[in-house]
């Protein structure tokens, strides 16, 4: 049973088809790793809570957001790791919104599992052909640090993979943790450029509008 599952991720989910078997095995039959199955617009994760697992899409889509969660009392854990306040978030409206939707075999939360910074994306956009600097015993080091953006499920029910931090920086390789963080740097510049692309071409509409109604 476990054989079977581990050819059918290779074929679907990309973070797995480099693995060697015994990692796949280890990520795919761990008891730090659990499948869920989440019902439409059901929230999976809040922003702000502190990151313990990457998410895997298995099935559906999910959409990233950056709305914060209502106020609330906090968590042992999070007094535990100095989290000292939980005042709510001084919201500007007209900023909060869906950053984005993903899909079946998308990653969540590589990005504050393998501490990936800003510094680290902008270097990325300046020089794609830049290589990327390998920092192996900083990315296999524990931490809590919050997610900065809440999961929400899509449309259709969703079914997520989450494998607990300590499993995931403690059994993959370094190919894998190198390939997750170039798919998500990846994918950041992706959206990033879209929505240049996007705020341009409305920004073109606007002024060839305006232009007509001068010309009238």
């Given at each position: 049973?476990?054989?079977s599952?581990?050819?059918?991720?290779?074929?679907?989910?990309?973070?797995?088809?480099?693995?060697?078997?015994?990692?796949?095995?280890?990520?795919?039959?761990?008891?730090?790793?659990?499948?869920?199955?989440?019902?439409?617009?059901?929230?999976?994760?809040?922003?702000?809570k502190?990151?313990?697992?990457?998410?895997?899409?298995?099935?559906?889509?999910?959409i990233?957001?950056?709305?914060?969660?209502?106020?609330?009392?906090?968590?042992?854990?999070?007094?535990?790791?100095?989290?000292?306040?939980?005042?709510p978030?001084?919201?500007?409206?007209?900023?909060?919104?869906?950053?984005?939707?993903?899909?079946?075999?998308?990653?969540?939360?590589?990005?504050?599992?393998?501490k990936?910074?800003?510094?680290?994306?902008?270097?990325?956009?300046?020089?794609?052909?830049r290589?990327?600097q390998?920092?192996?015993r900083?990315?296999?080091?524990?931490?809590?640090?919050?997610?900065?953006n809440?999961?929400?499920?899509?449309?259709?029910?969703?079914?997520?993979?989450?494998?607990d931090?300590?499993?995931?920086?403690g059994?993959?390789?370094?190919?894998?943790?190198?390939?997750?963080?170039?798919?998500?740097?990846?994918?950041?510049?992706?959206?990033r450029?879209?929505?240049?692309?996007?705020?341009?071409?409305?920004?073109?509409?606007?002024?060839?509008?305006?232009?007509?109604?001068?010309?009238?």
């Amino acid at each position: 049973r476990l054989g079977s599952k581990i050819i059918l991720a290779r074929q679907h989910y990309p973070i797995f088809k480099n693995m060697s078997h015994n990692e796949a095995a280890v990520i795919l039959d761990g008891n730090l790793s659990r499948i869920k199955m989440y019902n439409p617009a059901q929230a999976i994760i809040g922003k702000g809570k502190l990151c313990e697992s990457i998410h895997i899409v298995l099935q559906g889509e999910v959409i990233v957001s950056n709305i914060p969660p209502p106020l609330r009392t906090l968590t042992a854990t999070e007094k535990a790791h100095g989290k000292l306040s939980f005042k709510p978030e001084s919201i500007n409206r007209r900023l909060v919104s869906n950053v984005a939707s993903i899909s079946k075999g998308s990653l969540f939360g590589v990005e504050e599992v393998l501490k990936i910074s800003e510094e680290e994306i902008q270097k990325k956009m300046k020089n794609p052909m830049r290589k990327m600097q390998i920092r192996e015993r900083h990315w296999r080091s524990k931490s809590y640090i919050p997610y900065k953006n809440g999961l929400v499920a899509g449309s259709c029910s969703v079914v997520i993979m989450e494998i607990d931090q300590t499993l995931f920086i403690g059994h993959c390789s370094l190919d894998t943790f190198v390939g997750a963080r170039e798919e998500h740097i990846t994918r950041i510049i992706w959206r990033r450029q879209q929505s240049i692309n996007n705020t341009s071409t409305r920004n073109t509409v606007s002024l060839e509008n305006q232009i007509k109604k001068t010309s009238n």
